[in-house]
């Protein structure tokens, strides 16, 4: 068992850091003359809306794709017909203590149509030439009917060819009783299928907060899977974790919580991200989760105002950026700093993770820096203790990248995924372009950024009160990315509104359309 690493940083921070070229040629993009590959409207449903969708490939059938997405009933069509689900309706949820907190009116259909808020899966055995739907709104976890809800869903193949998909499972609540309830139960749902993603297992729950839940396989070992999830401060949502009021409270301790499976039933006690000193608790308030070679990581960043929890995590000054790794199911950390230039940059808006399935401690973390207008990628090799780069990737360096992912193939590929604001500047997304660079060589050299988006996607309706709350638009969280290095493929999925309702959109790209500069 590691202990955590007191691995002395201050050298790092002192060190001259001179911030490289952009990658790719100094900020100039890629976009062929003629699209080699094809854009398709995976979902192709205006009476549903689609959004946040992720990708994954099956390592033992690289045919056989599949596609997670947030779907929603609360559509035009829907608006326009005045059909009662559609109907909005003021809410209120209440905080540990009881105190009111008003909140923006929300589509009736949410909390009391089974199936108006779900997730969609898109299941290809051809690479992504045609699609077939996976209905899954029907499934419940054993004992909960009255959780209806599911949302914001990670995907995972395991070594051999598994597929796990997770989701927030969500019981609203009635909004309209006397009084008014809120998430009465609420938790994070597993399903299982062993078909390539047409038929699935009844959703198991997983025992970690609902909200922002990530998840990840070791594709390089064994059939383990990992969840993250939960807010990064304290939460009502805790003590509902397994949709029972009377479960266990993890929400005394606002933070991210971890949890391991070999089989998506049977779930190890949920661990913190987080930790606590004599000078206080220190809370994650954003993480992923990937695991290569039986260890799992996870990074994060602090503010220049965190003194005593960059203290705590990497033994040295603030701001900082965090890498950890765990190899007991998280009692206990490896902890580093990443050598993030922040007098040169600003402090980060973003960190992403990936890890390498073909390689023992190999890493990248890559940090989007406060103006959004480009990513620093930097590699480990040894499980954090040394870092190279940054490489830094732009297309845009005056418009803003938002909504990144970042993905390793099983061969050692890295792929990057975001959108680019081609409107007003942040906070407003819309009309947005998509785009992805690749590194072949594991992140010290990236592509040429490649548009994947054939036109702007067009902005939704305006005045939507419901798209307008952030965390339950559906178009807030990234698209996604997987690569086939064998095939030497980079797919890519995200949502689109040029159908007229937001819509699953997936391009498959061959390695040859991409440009490296030489």
């Not at 090799?381 to 780069?389: C, I, L, R, V, Y």
């Not at 996604?480 to 980079?490: C, E, L, N, S």
Request: hydrophobic share 35%.
């Amino acid at each position: 068992m590691r202990c955590i690493s007191k691995t002395v940083v201050a050298i790092v921070l002192v060190m001259a850091f001179t911030v490289p070229a952009l990658a790719g040629g100094k900020g100039h993009h890629w976009t062929p003359k003629k699209f080699k590959s094809e854009v398709v409207n995976v979902s192709n449903d205006l009476t549903r809306r689609f959004g946040m969708p992720l990708i994954a490939v099956n390592p033992t059938n690289p045919n056989n794709i599949v596609i997670v997405a947030v779907d929603s009933g609360y559509t035009l069509g829907c608006q326009d017909a005045n059909d009662p689900d559609c109907e909005l309706i003021p809410r209120v949820m209440f905080t540990p203590t009881g105190a009111p907190i008003p909140l923006p009116p929300a589509p009736r259909g949410v909390y009391a149509t089974p199936g108006f808020a779900t997730i969609g899966i898109f299941v290809s055995f051809d690479r992504g030439k045609t699609w077939t739907k996976s209905d899954v709104s029907g499934l419940y976890p054993a004992g909960h009917p009255e959780i209806i809800s599911k949302g914001e869903s990670p995907i995972m193949f395991t070594p051999d060819g598994t597929l796990y998909i997770g989701f927030n499972a969500l019981n609203w609540g009635d909004w309209e009783a006397d009084p008014p309830t809120f998430l009465p139960s609420a938790g994070i749902g597993i399903i299982k299928s062993i078909d390539g993603g047409l038929t699935w297992s009844d959703p198991v729950l997983t025992g970690t907060p609902a909200d922002f839940p990530y998840g990840c396989s070791d594709l390089s070992m064994d059939d383990m899977i990992y969840v993250v999830s939960g807010l990064g401060a304290p939460s009502f949502l805790g003590p509902r974790s397994t949709g029972d009021p009377d479960s266990p409270i993890l929400s005394t301790v606002g933070d991210r919580w971890l949890v391991f499976s070999d089989d998506g039933v049977n779930w190890t006690e949920p661990q913190r991200l987080g930790g606590s000193d004599e000078n206080g608790s220190y809370s994650i308030r954003y993480s992923d989760v990937q695991a290569t070679h039986g260890e799992v990581a996870t990074a994060f960043s602090w503010t220049s105002v965190d003194e005593n929890a960059c203290q705590y995590f990497v033994d040295g000054p603030a701001p900082c950026v965090v890498f950890q790794t765990t190899t007991d199911v998280g009692y206990t950390w490896n902890r580093h700093r990443v050598p993030y230039p922040f007098e040169v940059p600003g402090e980060p808006n973003m960190v992403l993770l990936a890890a390498d399935p073909s390689m023992e401690g190999h890493f990248a973390v890559a940090v989007m820096n406060t103006d959004k207008a480009r990513f620093f990628v930097y590699q480990t090799h040894d499980s954090g203790n040394t870092w190279s780069g940054p490489t830094t990737v732009a297309a845009h360096p005056t418009k803003t990248h938002f909504f990144p992912n970042m993905k390793y193939s099983p061969e050692g590929v890295l792929g990057l995924i975001w959108r680019i604001n081609e409107g007003d500047i942040y906070p407003a997304v819309e009309p947005y372009s998509i785009w992805t660079a690749i590194s072949l060589d594991g992140g010290t050299t990236f592509s040429e950024p490649l548009e994947v988006s054939k036109t702007d996607s067009s902005p939704p309706p305006p005045g939507d009160i419901w798209l307008d709350w952030d965390g339950h638009s559906g178009d807030h969280g990234p698209g996604g990315i997987a690569i086939d290095g064998h095939a030497r493929r980079v797919y890519v999925v995200w949502g689109d509104w040029s159908p007229g309702e937001r819509a699953v959109f997936f391009r498959a790209i061959k390695f040859s359309e991409f440009r490296f500069n030489r």
